[in-house]
């Protein structure tokens, strides 16, 4: 039985990681990015996007109520708008959060070391950016390796660092209106501009109240989910906003707007002015811890996106497994581990990578907002008898206003900023890559998808049959079957018929050779070949061939095929939906000590995961075995791709399997 996740989140503790989570770099570097765009009108723009962020949050949380699950997002865009636009809004969404959590660690780092600079360690020269970079990495393995240890093991700290962000920003906002400057508020605009900008600066505030999707991550680890998590979304993001539209306030009052929007560490700014230099180098270190605490929220919650979508066979199974001891999706942490790390060695080469990841970010979140939204009158049309323990208001006009106001947001920043078409083409580019892997994915796990491709393929296929299955694999194929003249072979997925004419030569007039498969176009074409080496054929050597088409091929034998003294299959077992049904189906059609060989494909490109199964040899002969074969596994090394031959003979009590 496959390892689920428990249920052990509160309230209290879910708020906590909430408000930790979302407020990240956001609240401790967007004050100043704010003034920098709007200067004392970005209060209005504070103002602004806090309503449509708690409105956002309570889509968010009538979503989550009815369906509390660890897929969030993904899990809503599948339930209103099916398999291919969930996918869509879950990659981006993974994307969303591979970027985040490198974007934050580069902020984090930018707080800590704003400065760059070169100096001698053990007689070496090492830049900022090493610097950076190797504490990031360290960041990065800590934090995966407690989320790896469990939800239970990593809560506590997540809890310790939300403390701790309250706690930094209370220490600067309560004391900070004792030092604002009144005359800072008297200039609104920077000078030259119009009310425009504080639209404008709604675009590049926004990260803010990112960060929603990882409560919904976490629902199926929160007790009570379906009432809890919403009202943890709607609380958490009030408190969010509150503390930010304050601590701008501050920040304005007591830094001048002109010099306030040039901070690359507005916190610690306002820190020198309430306590000195030494509050500056205290308040730079707590800006950090806090934003590191937000790196290991998003660290925690987000792998159990990609558990949701490898379960619905969205993304490859292996991301799917759950520790059986620490109960949490291991190799999905792992996984996001190896992208992340990947990420900020990238991001730290470039000293604008803060900004480079803000730019791309904005649009893939915004997106997924936005099908979020439009999901909540979708299902409240398609589902209206569906439990909702929360409700938000204004269901039929709320979310068209809110979709109009991203919408919006976009619109004015790709007028206003430079550059910012192109950022925005390559946020689009993201979510566009998506398209392929999805129809890579779906080659293997839907049927409908298998035939369509290889209908579509065929005449490719044939085209190339002599690189898929070249002269070695045949030959190597007949000579592990041996002997079958006037025999019966089943050729499980024979294709375009590459290795069926050879199989017809080798059974002889008196054998029989059934070839199966689910593209019609493939068996048309085998059997016209048929015929014509029939035609060519001086003497009638050749078996009679007998084409089968199933269009269930990828999860049964065809049940009118009764028995059989051999099974030869080719690029087909892979692609089988239940395997062991399948080998159990083999099995029954087999005489004691019948032959099997199949050949599949593994290791494509050297970076496509195979089926989880392939993975090892031991798995596979434990599968066979498992289904009545003992069988041996072999695996050669192709251009494009390697061989795994899986050959060996159904065995009863009364024979001694060979391993």
């Not at 205290?282 to 934003?291: D, P, Q």
């Not at 009638?540 to 007998?546: Q, S």
Request: charge should be neutral; aromatic fraction near 12%.
């Amino acid at each position: 039985m496959a390892e689920r996740l428990e249920k052990t989140l509160s309230y209290p503790v879910l708020l906590i990681i909430i408000v930790n989570s979302i407020m990240g770099t956001g609240i401790f570097l967007l004050p100043a990015v704010g003034a920098r765009v709007s200067g004392v009108a970005s209060l209005i723009s504070w103002v602004i996007l806090s309503i449509f962020a708690v409105y956002i949050s309570a889509c968010m949380g009538e979503l989550t109520g009815m369906f509390p699950k660890e897929g969030g997002v993904y899990e809503f865009s599948k339930q209103a708008y099916g398999r291919f636009i969930s996918f869509i809004v879950g990659w981006s969404s993974m994307v969303a959060s591979f970027i985040t959590i490198a974007m934050l660690i580069v902020g984090a780092v930018q707080v800590l070391l704003p400065v760059s600079f070169v100096t001698t360690l053990w007689g070496m020269k090492v830049s900022s950016n090493l610097i950076q970079m190797l504490v990031s990495m360290i960041f990065i393995l800590i934090f995966h390796y407690t989320a790896f240890r469990g939800l239970k093991f990593g809560a506590t700290m997540l809890i310790v660092f939300g403390y701790i962000t309250l706690g930094t920003l209370i220490a600067v906002i309560i004391p900070g209106f004792f030092h604002i400057d009144p005359s800072n508020f008297t200039q609104l605009l920077p000078e030259g501009s119009n009310f425009v900008v504080v639209y404008l600066a709604l675009f590049f505030i926004a990260e803010t109240f990112f960060g929603w999707e990882q409560a919904t991550f976490l629902a199926g680890e929160t007790k009570n989910g379906e009432t809890v998590v919403p009202k943890a979304l709607v609380v958490g993001t009030l408190i969010i906003a509150i503390f930010v539209f304050l601590l701008a306030i501050v920040g304005l009052g007591v830094i001048h707007s002109s010099q306030f929007g040039l901070s690359k560490a507005p916190v610690p700014d306002i820190a020198r002015i309430i306590y000195g230099d030494t509050g500056w180098s205290v308040f730079t270190i707590l800006v950090y811890v806090s934003i590191i605490g937000s790196v290991a929220g998003w660290i925690t919650s987000s792998p159990r996106l990609l558990l949701a979508m490898a379960n619905d066979k969205l993304l490859f199974s292996q991301v799917s497994a759950v520790h059986p001891k620490n109960k949490s999706p291991y190799k999905a942490i792992m996984f996001q581990c190896i992208i992340t790390a990947i990420l900020v060695y990238l991001a730290s080469m470039s000293q604008s990578a803060f900004e480079f990841l803000l730019n791309i970010l904005v649009p893939l979140v915004l997106f997924q907002y936005a099908m979020v939204v439009i999901a909540v009158p979708f299902l409240r049309r398609t589902m209206p008898d569906a439990k909702r323990p929360f409700k938000i208001p204004f269901p039929k006009y709320g979310p068209i206003m809110t979709i109009l106001f991203l919408g919006t947001l976009i619109g004015v920043w790709l007028i206003k900023t430079p550059n910012a078409l192109d950022h925005f083409m390559q946020g689009v580019s993201f979510i566009l890559l998506g398209i392929p892997v999805y129809f890579l994915i779906e080659l293997y796990f839907d049927p409908k998808m298998i035939v369509k491709v290889n209908d579509r393929l065929a005449y490719l296929a044939l085209l190339f049959e002599k690189v898929s299955v070249p002269k070695k694999v045949v030959d190597e194929i007949l000579y592990l079957l041996g002997e079958v003249k006037g025999k019966t072979i089943l050729e499980y997925g024979c294709n375009v018929g590459t290795l069926t004419v050879n199989l017809s030569k080798a059974v002889g007039t008196q054998g029989k050779v059934i070839a199966t498969d689910l593209s019609k176009i493939g068996l048309h074409i085998t059997q016209r070949r048929i015929e014509r080496a029939l035609m060519k054929a001086k003497e009638a050597i050749h078996g009679r061939v007998h084409i089968m088409h199933d269009d269930q091929h990828t999860s049964r034998v065809h049940p009118d095929i009764k028995s059989v003294d051999a099974i030869v299959s080719v690029g087909t077992i892979s692609y089988v939906q239940d395997i062991k049904k399948v080998l159990s189906e083999m099995y029954d059609i087999l005489p004691d000590e019948g032959k099997i060989i199949i050949v599949e494909y593994a290791d494509y490109l050297r970076f496509v995961p195979n089926i989880e199964w392939m993975e090892k040899n031991e798995t596979i002969q434990d599968l066979f075995m498992e289904s009545g074969f003992s069988i041996r596994v072999i695996r050669k090394e192709g251009l494009f791709w390697n061989y795994v031959y899986i050959y060996g003979i159904k065995y009863t009590e009364d024979v001694v399997p060979f391993i």
